[in-house]
């Protein structure tokens, strides 16, 4: 049964320390996603990717926010320096669609972010 | 400008009983993308169903019925006889490609299924 898999599930931080989160896409997906969720904001796409090349990443704040798919096996989220305005549960997810969106996305557990 | 809306924030019924999760959806597109998502306790995002823009018929899995009217910018979605294990927050979103590529999500309904 194929997943998503994303680590770490819990990560606690102090404010401006850089955080990395990972993400392991279904083999043989090609449109990876970023979202955030919070309670004020519900979720937000943060950045998607298609066969590794970012397609959009206009929901990330760019001075504090990267994200990157060094291969095709995962793919990265990167906080630096974070704040408590961070604090989210971060999903990824992961689709096999030709178009970015078009089909079904397939969610990681998440990552549970605390910025101290 | 893109939107989704989902009115009903927390919904309650009693199990067996038939419910409807109301979306209602803005956009000057043409061609564009719904889905239904569950959340469930756990937390990870399912996916329930896609529907494009350009057909209109009603679909049916089991329990789960969606109403798609372009009419009323709506695809609404009812379960029927509920059961407790349908508590979840379900998310209506809405995937449009004009200009750059846009996935927006509604702020979900909170569904509870009381035994």
């Known amino acids: 049964d194929a997943r998503v898999t994303q680590t770490p599930r819990h990560k606690v931080t102090e404010m401006g320390q850089e955080v990395t989160m990972r993400c392991q896409p279904i083999?043989?997906?090609?449109?990876v996603f970023w979202y955030r969720q919070t309670m004020m904001q519900g979720l937000e796409l943060l950045a998607y990717?298609?066969?590794?090349?970012?397609?959009?990443d206009s929901g990330m704040p760019k001075d504090r926010f990267s994200a990157e798919m060094p291969d095709a096996t995962l793919a990265t989220l990167k906080i630096q320096p974070s704040e408590p305005r961070d604090s989210a549960v971060y999903f990824c997810?992961?689709?096999?669609?030709?178009?970015?969106?078009?089909?079904?996305?397939?969610f990681g557990p998440g990552t549970r972010l605390t910025v101290l | 400008a893109q939107k989704v809306t989902q009115a009903q924030t927390e919904i309650s019924v009693v199990e067996k009983e038939d419910v409807t999760l109301d979306c209602v959806y803005e956009?000057?597109?043409?061609?564009?993308?719904l889905f239904w998502y569950k959340q469930p306790p756990s937390g990870e995002l399912v996916f329930l169903i896609r529907?494009?823009?350009?057909?209109?018929q009603n679909e049916i899995s089991g329990r789960y019925s969606w109403n798609f009217q372009k009419s009323t910018s709506s695809f609404n979605f009812t379960i029927t006889a509920s059961q407790v294990v349908d508590s979840a927050v379900y998310f209506c979103?809405?995937?449009?490609?004009?200009?750059?590529?846009?996935?927006?999500f509604g702020t979900g309904t909170r569904l509870k299924v009381l035994a």
């Open positions: 997810a992961s689709g096999r669609g030709e178009l970015a969106g078009r089909d079904e996305q397939f």
């Open positions: 083999l043989g997906h090609n449109t």
């Open positions: 990717f298609r066969n590794r090349a970012p397609l959009d």
């Open positions: 956009t000057r597109d043409t061609t564009y993308y």
């Open positions: 529907r494009n823009s350009f057909d209109e």
């Open positions: 979103a809405l995937f449009t490609t004009s200009g750059t590529y846009k996935y927006i």
